[in-house]
T-cell receptor, first 112, second 115 residues
């Protein structure tokens, strides 16, 4: 079955450590996205990539970095510069023929 | 920049009743797409329905339908014969008509279906 996988489901890190969240899709979608979800704030776009080896900052990119070396993969690194990293992170992908985005199951990151 | 506003943070309705969730948006674009996504307690985002702005006919998907008022920039979701499985957060989202464009989401409405 085609879909988007995110791992792990829960992630715990100590403050000051970088952490990388995985996102893989086998839908053959060109575009991929990372969102952050906090209570009462909906989904906020961190980074997105419309094609391999290219990506753009979203609304809240500070303290995050991404790479897009393969069409199937779009990992997100939460760096120690991110002041409030504890959140739920969602990855999505889309194809330009359908416009809507398909989402992974998400990763809950807790930094203490 | 586009903005999406959902003015109802929480709603509840008895099972089998009909409920309408509100969404307004602001844009200078003429062609765009609007979406309603559902996020149940599992937190998996699920597409409920989509509407193309160039279509005058309101989209429907089984028990879900929208009331799209382009001039008023309003996009409400109606859920008929509500079921316990409809309990979820519902997000309205806006996307420009360029394909693979980022979506702008509202802050969501938490809907509870009461047995």
């Amino acid at each position: 079955d085609g879909g988007i996988t995110q791992s792990p489901k829960y992630l715990f890190r100590k403050e000051g450590q970088n952490v990388t969240l995985s996102c893989e899709q086998n839908l053959n979608h060109d575009a991929m996205y990372w969102y952050r979800q906090d209570p009462g704030q909906g989904l906020r776009l961190i980074y997105y990539s419309q094609i391999v080896n290219d990506f753009q900052k979203g609304d809240i990119a500070e303290g995050y970095s991404v790479s897009r070396e393969k069409k199937e993969s779009f990992p997100l690194t939460v760096t120690s510069a991110q002041k409030n990293p504890t959140a739920f992170y969602l990855c999505a992908s889309s194809t330009d023929r359908k416009y809507e985005q398909y989402f992974g199951p998400g990763t809950r990151l807790t930094v203490t | 920049a586009q903005t999406v506003t959902q003015s109802q943070p929480e709603m509840s309705v008895q099972e089998a009743e009909t409920v309408t969730l509100s969404c307004t948006y602001d844009t200078s674009e003429n062609n765009y797409y609007l979406f309603w996504y559902k996020q149940p307690p599992s937190r998996q985002m699920i597409l409920v329905i989509r509407q193309e702005a160039y279509k005058q006919q309101n989209a429907t998907e089984n028990r879900f339908s929208v009331n799209f008022q382009k001039a008023a920039k309003s996009f409400s979701l109606k859920i008929s014969d509500s079921q316990l499985g409809d309990t979820a957060m519902y997000f309205c989202a806006f996307g420009r008509d360029f394909g693979n464009e980022k979506l702008t989401f509202g802050t969501g409405t938490r809907l509870t279906i009461i047995p």
